[in-house]
């Protein structure tokens, strides 16, 4: 009786392992590697932005023209681009990144006597550069661009010292910065931009305010020609905002009217997109008193209307990478700051789809990561950081996060238990394709 049972339990054994392969064939199971697997965020990353490569074309370009002393061409197509109101992929204006490839070999050299502490070789080069062009006392243009290579080179003295900190030192690099300072706002000075219909002009009249006697007195109504010259501009907004902090010639209460004023003036262009621009790099300069003045639904309303209008990758990153990098830190849920960073979620889950690594990497620069291919790495570093950290409550189910052209889906990590099933509802579309009653039991 014992044999006879035994034998037919072989039976069963047999017949069960014909009619159902056993677990282990490899027929459905992926292969899992030895390793941990763990479960990730997979974005695509772009090895350079497309804005970052059409800078690079536009100020290739103005460097060519210059190194082959064809300055009419060169004044040409300044003028060309500024009237037109020319600007990259990102925003950036065509006639700045010609200016400055055009003076990029002379400011490269009288950068690296700024080094050597030497500020008389330093105005040499640019005095050469102003020889070598034709009219550029009477072209707006050139003396634009001229303009343009005496500021970079002002802001060079800014940095630290490479030969010394001493006392003699600094005043040496303060004198030098005044200098070249004052050369440009010569230079620039004798155009009018509403004459010459030039955003370009104007956008230098206002980065040189300081030499003005009365800086306090001229820097709105400056920045307010400018902003009705070319409205499109975020770079504007930004500026007007960094030079009404209270560090340079405002305050937080005029920073704020100015805000309010600004984003009325821009509203067909960037509905209250203006109020944004205007606050948003005076909130990340380290004056966080700033945080008790801003209205944080403004600003809130205005990134969504920045991105309503321009729905664009570079867009998405700049603003992602604002709120998730720029503004990151400890803050009551309740305060400007976290309403504001809080952002990043819907920015990530609506519209990020790439990322842009050298945005990343400016959005809070990092010294330690000099060259094109550290500050890559380093901005797709940080992306993915604040992504892991925003995604964390997935990722710990054993989810993969992968962002698609339609939205934001999450999957199961193969070879990592999940304790969640896939389901319609956990996947982040488009907010327009989103169904938000989907339901979802698991």
Known sequence: MFHSVRALGKRVTSFHATAHPAAS????VPDCPPENVRPQVDIPIRSMSPDA?????IRIQGRYLARQDDWETLSCGLRQADEDRAATLGGTPVARLL?????????????????????????????????????????????HTLALAHLAVARAWEGPSGAG???????????????????????????????CNSAAIAALRCALVEVDARPACRVIDDYEDLIDLDPACADHMRALGRDLVPSRFGSWEKLDREARRTAARVSDVWGM????????????????????????????????????RRPDQHM?????????????GAASSRAPRARIADSFGWIVQDHLREIHPDIWARAQPNPSAPGTAGIQRAGGTRALSALRGHFAHQLERGRTVRFTEAGVALEPTPCVPCALAPCAGLTYPRRDQRDEDTACLT
Do not use: K
């Open 25 to 28: 064939s490899d027929e459905g």
């Open 316 to 328: 998405a990153n700049t603003l992602a990478a604002y709120c998730g990098q720029s503004l990151s």
């Open 165 to 195: 900190t001493t006392p003699e030192f600094g005043a040496l690099r303060h004198d030098a910065r005044a200098q070249h300072l004052e050369i440009a706002h010569r230079l620039i000075s004798r155009f009018d931009p509403i004459e």
């Open 53 to 57: 490569a059409e800078q690079g074309r």
């Open 273 to 308: 997109g203006g109020y944004s621009w205007v606050w948003f790099d005076a909130l990340c300069s380290g004056e966080t008193r700033g945080f008790a003045y801003v209205e944080a639904e403004l600003f809130v309303e205005g990134l969504h209307d920045i991105l309503a």
């Open 99 to 143: 200016g400055e490839g055009a003076g990029s070999d002379a400011v490269d050299s009288a950068c690296g006597a700024v080094s050597r502490n030497d500020p008389t070789a330093a105005r040499a080069i640019l005095y050469s550069l102003r020889d070598c062009m034709d009219r550029s006392e009477e072209d707006a243009w050139l003396a």
